[in-house]
């Protein structure tokens, strides 16, 4: 491969590319400056779960006040629909995608195996819209939500009424800072946020339940109202069915459980190929996250349901966005009630992390390794800069607002959630496990409901998730285009008959001719080798013929193995499989010159028709305009002409 000398980089930069990640690259190179960062040990299972807890548990802080908007007096049983959906469906999903997908590549990774070449990739690139819908609505709704209990706190409201978006823009910036220092102190962070908050919660829940005991006509009361609006149990189930797709919120948290999959510590004989102990205690992150937000989850509607009256909720309500935050001021105390705010302010800011964590482990394993972002897309630091700056202008366009965000929030995470299902139904068939794809199946079918329920009663969801989406997908194909002369093999391996091809002609002049194979019989070489001589007025017949077979044009990245062999016992051929024609044939050339330190020459034939139309055969099929294309590829790999292999078109 070729050694070229660049210049060194400047103290900006070097911060900058700190720590290039090597997600996605599968041991590949890791870019012209950087210094991959040391593969670090994981954490404990259950701290790596305060880390997606911070988004999973946050959700207390507007969920309970979602669910009594959407079901009324409802909301207990709609709840418990919800739960009975998160331990019966998302839960076992999550688990078998955690077992097919250690690496933290999610659901995602499963269905890209289904599907190849272009199609793939479009499908990846959508699916990616939708996740970064999720995750980036995440940190901008959490933040935004943290500004709302801020500025409803009975001690600042009259002070910062009127600063939300300020407020909320400063959140998103500070969370970005604490990125850029470093991302495993966010782990820490996380546990004791997570640690406080619960408790928290667990001593609203108490009180609350504790008023609602001793307050006999409370209970008294809702159910009377509950049965003369709905008449029976049969009739409040099939409502609560129906309202279920706007709770949806209440199952965020599964897909950032996956995608920080590979800050699990696991076992010590854990192997990247068979990493037990981390996918053993992956599950038991999901599942007792899963439990406790359950159990809270269940507690706080009920409690909000029966102390709160319901105009409260309501826009402009004292409990809007804030319902477990009003039973603490109004049951505990001001004091108490200003803790607890502290409190889910600070846990509601960090939930980004998690998204941000989920991002950053995401983005990185495909766009990058389909050439479709720039090498610093696998650096954490400018990627946080890229996110941030995503999330400020979200943060801008729905004006901070918690309710006009959860639309696109919850359409981002039913999409994944079902894309979750729909893939392990298939691995479940694939494994011939019939009762597990029928149960699976199942799931995928509440999930699609859900998800396609919500999109009609929320279209702007889907609105969001397709600006996302044209985004990644322009960009992708921009940054595709601009690195498509790129040197692209990762890596050249020849075996002992190409070694002798080479060591054989390092002696006299190295001469390669490009063929593309026809009928590979005696009179297509000798053919080849009359027009090479007349073409560029050459003597002689020692040459070597290089054919490449293109396998999946979409790859962008990938190494070279060459093979070499002999036809009609007189033509010295050396094979190669890649995905894409010039880089194949330049690397091998830069290759050659490196092990040889002799200059190859290599000759081609001019291709036929209109050259726009052979560069777009070249951009998506790999192969078209190949002596313009390999010559450009070799001066941008290679700077110095003098040290440049020789291209020759006749």
Known sequence: MATTEHPPPSRLRSWMLEGLSDMGKGGGHQGPHAVPEPAHQGRRWWRVMCLTGVDYFSTLGYQPGIAALAAGLLSPVATIVLVIVTLAGALPVYRRVAEESPRGEGSIAMLERLLSFWKGKLFVLTLLGFAATDFLITITLSAADASTHLIENPHLTSTLHDKQMLITLILVALLGAVFLKGFLEAIGVAVVLVGIYLTLNLVVVFVGLWHVIT??????????????????????????????????????????GVAVMPHVQGDPDDTDERPTGRIRDTKKLLTTAAVIMSCFLIATSFITTLLIPEKQFESGGQANGRALAYLAHNYLGS???????????????????????????????YLPRYGMAPHWARAVRPMVIVFILIAFLVTWIFD????????AYATGVLVLISSAAIAVTIAARKACQRKGTIGFAVISAVFLYTTVVNVIERPDGVKIGACFIAGIILVSLLSRLARAFELRVTSVTLDDMAERFVRDMSSRKIRFIANEPDQRDRAEYRDKIEQIQQDNDIPGEDFVFVEVTVLDPSEFEAGLTVRGEVLHKRYRVLTLESSSIPNALAALLLHVRDATSCTPHIYFEWTEGNPFANFLRFFLFGQGEVAPVTREVLREAEPDRARRPRVHTG
């Open 335 to 365: 004091a108490f009630g200003t803790v607890y705010d502290v409190s889910t302010i600070a846990i509601l800011w960090f939930a980004g992390a998690s998204a941000m964590a989920g991002l950053l482990n995401l983005m990185p394993r």
């Open 400 to 407: 901070a607002d918690v309710d006009a965000q959860g639309g």
């Open 215 to 256: 307050a006999d006509h409370v209970v008294t009361d809702w159910a009377g109202a509950l049965t003369t609006e709905h008449g029976n149990v049969f009739a409040m189930v099939g409502v609560a069915l129906l309202v279920f797709p706007k709770l949806a919120l209440g199952l965020s948290g599964f897909e950032t």
